[in-house]
């Protein structure tokens, strides 16, 4: 089996694990467990926070991780504990008024240091152990397949939930996700590491070096922070939809479904337009979708915030793929370790200060008002990331021509 295909099936895997301890689903059991509105979005902070500070670490010390196979495929294991823990709740609800929101907030902090660790090492395994030439289609074609078994999931579970009684069939899933992040780890695994020439230390931190000394490291700042922001909040609107009385625990299971569906719909439309259109292009007109349609989702009925989060969902997912795409061309790939580290860094620390901005922010401009917030900052995100990708291909235009 190519390294391609297991590629395909640990990332399919993970991602059917990862809907069912993440996202609207873990939101909604959260709420029915008890928690309150703010511990919910104060839960999800933690989460970004303890990434956040793993990605500083590995700011400096990704280059230095020789076996990144290995430790890629251990890290895929960490939300396997913050599940167990979802999973006894659910089991035994009457164990949730003993100290359980203390013990999902401290699990959540030792699973997310391994999230952090993964987010980093799963851009940096590509180039370990595929052919980069095809990263751009491999990416949309994977996530697209990815989203395909999660929405065939997450369809099958909203069926069982309006059959069977809440709590137990969600502790079913739960089970199935720890088993999804237990064959992920060892499909990883098992993928064949392409031999390279290992770099020196002086190599190691002259790439560091080069990665600050970038002026384009720090142009993006600004898009990777603004971005964060606004994905914090669409990552919410589960329980922004609740909160609002849209939607109820039977029917928020259905923002995973839409997510899944625009997962599966937003990365193979990228995988076949990036080439024709140029990513910048697509990252473009994506931005502008999800200007036109996410701002309305509570505005118009349970029918119509479906219909409305639909488009924008899946706008976002063609974002989602093209930002690390349109990244290959701007940054060198000896320094896609470390900058990647600074940009998740940015990127997952603004989605930490969202959650936590979004009780004020709806106080002050309601939730409305909270979701143009969130469109304003994901326009500036795409617009500056187009305009330094533009100016990247004109200045190597240049360079070939004066050659």
Do not use: W
Not at 297 to 323: H, P, Q
Not at 356 to 374: D, H, M, Q
């Amino acid at each position: 089996m190519s390294n391609i295909t297991k590629y395909y099936i640990h990332t399919t895997i993970y991602n059917v694990g990862f809907t069912f301890c993440t996202g609207a689903i873990m939101q909604t059991f959260l709420i029915q467990a008890g928690f309150l509105e703010d511990q919910v979005y104060l839960l999800n902070s933690l989460m970004q926070i303890m990434q956040v500070a793993m990605m500083l670490v590995l700011t400096f010390l990704s280059g230095k991780i020789k076996r990144v196979k290995l430790a890629t495929s251990i890290s895929y294991l960490s939300l396997s504990l913050l599940t167990v823990v979802f999973l006894i709740g659910a089991i035994k609800p009457e164990l949730i008024k003993h100290g359980y929101v203390i013990a999902v907030f401290i699990v959540a902090g030792i699973s997310y240091v391994g999230v952090g660790l993964y987010t980093i090492l799963a851009y940096c395994l590509p180039y370990y152990t595929i052919d980069m030439k095809d990263y751009g289609k491999m990416t949309g074609i994977s996530t697209a397949i990815a989203g395909g078994a999660s929405f065939l999931v997450s369809l099958v579970y909203s069926i069982l939930l309006s059959k069977f009684s809440y709590m137990r069939t969600t502790a079913v899933f739960f089970v199935i996700a720890i088993v999804c992040f237990i064959l992920t780890s060892i499909v990883c695994a098992s993928m064949r590491e392409k031999t390279i020439e290992m770099e020196s230390d002086n190599q190691e931190k002259g790439d560091v070096v080069a990665v600050f000394k970038n002026k384009n490291t720090y142009i993006l700042l600004i898009p990777n922070f603004v971005r964060g922001l606004a994905i914090g909040i669409f990552n919410v609107i589960a329980t922004i939809a609740i909160s609002t009385s849209i939607l109820n625990e039977t029917t928020s299971s259905y923002v995973n479904i839409i997510l899944q569906i625009a997962t599966f719909a937003g990365n193979i439309a990228f995988a076949f337009a990036y080439k024709k259109l140029s990513t910048k292009n697509v990252l473009l007109f994506a931005t502008l979708g999800v200007c036109v349609s996410f701002p309305f989702s509570l505005k118009l009925g349970a029918i119509g915030f479906f219909c409305c989060f639909a488009i924008a969902s899946f706008f976002r997912f063609v974002i989602d793929t093209a930002i690390p795409v349109i990244i290959t061309e701007i940054i060198p790939k000896e320094q896609i370790g470390p900058y990647t580290s600074i940009r998740m860094l940015i990127f997952t620390g603004a989605q930490a200060v969202a959650t936590l901005i979004i009780t004020p922010l709806k106080n002050a401009i309601s939730y409305t008002g909270v979701l143009i917030f969130a469109t304003v900052m994901l326009f500036i995100c795409g617009i500056t990331y187009y305009a330094v990708a533009k100016c990247v291909k004109q200045n190597e235009l240049k360079g070939s021509e004066s050659n």
